[in-house]
């Protein structure tokens, strides 16, 4: 990745005051998927998008936790905290999957880049980026290799903006075919998720391929994500992490 990490602006005060933890949801909430199902050639962007929505206050608040606990420690052991956390997550969503089929194969792709935002969203939180700020939408799609470069992502995630506050307006475009549109979506979240359609379809059709084979494809594809997330937000230099707003 050759674009550097965007800059947040000025960060706010910490407050004083405890903010509760918020709630987030351990894979894409139900109209997420409506949106990626109707939209699944730019489902990475729905879900960056989303992501950065539902996540990143969770992320924030996380930060500003262990900063408090631990106000010595380095950005590098938090991150180190918020890897393992989220590998662990990646392992365990693909040895649990009980789902069988395409349909499958497409919940546990999703579930994983789920997973896999929240996991760069705490790491950009643990060396001071702000997990809020839009701008992590375009961190994500490019870290994911979804895009190449952040102009091409930030082009694509205002497409697919543009394209939800459509659906919202107008409703889908009508009746599609099932197969297709599941295939397509799969295909899409399996590329932003860093694991091949093919095995993952694999492990769904061969009886007993699948807790082996996702487990290990879903911690290795999280584990190089983590790599190339520590490695933008390390490069960024030392930052103050905006306190946590309110929901």
Known sequence: MTDPAPVDGEPNAVPTTPVPPVEVPEAPPAK??????????????????????????????WAARERALRPDAPPEQLADQAVRKFVNHARLSGAVSGAAGLPGAVIDVGVLAWTQARLVLHVAAAYGADPTHPDRATDLLVLQRVHKAAQTARLALGVAAGRERAGALFGSAGDRALGRVMLQL??????????????????????????????????????????????????????????????
Do not use: C
Not at 187 to 203: C, P, S, T
């Open 32 to 61: 997420l998927w409506d949106r990626m199902r109707d939209d699944p050639q730019y489902a990475p962007e729905h879900l960056a998008l989303e992501a950065v929505r539902r996540l990143g206050l969770e992320a924030a608040q």
């Open 186 to 247: 799969g295909v899409r979240l399996a590329r932003m998720a860093g694991v091949r359609a093919a095995k993952r379809m694999f492990a769904k059709v061969v009886p007993g391929a699948a807790i082996v084979l996702g487990t290990w494809a879903n911690s290795s594809a999280t584990k190089e994500l983590a790599d190339r997330t520590r490695a933008l937000y390390r490069a960024a230099g030392p930052r103050q992490l905006p306190g946590p707003r309110q929901p």
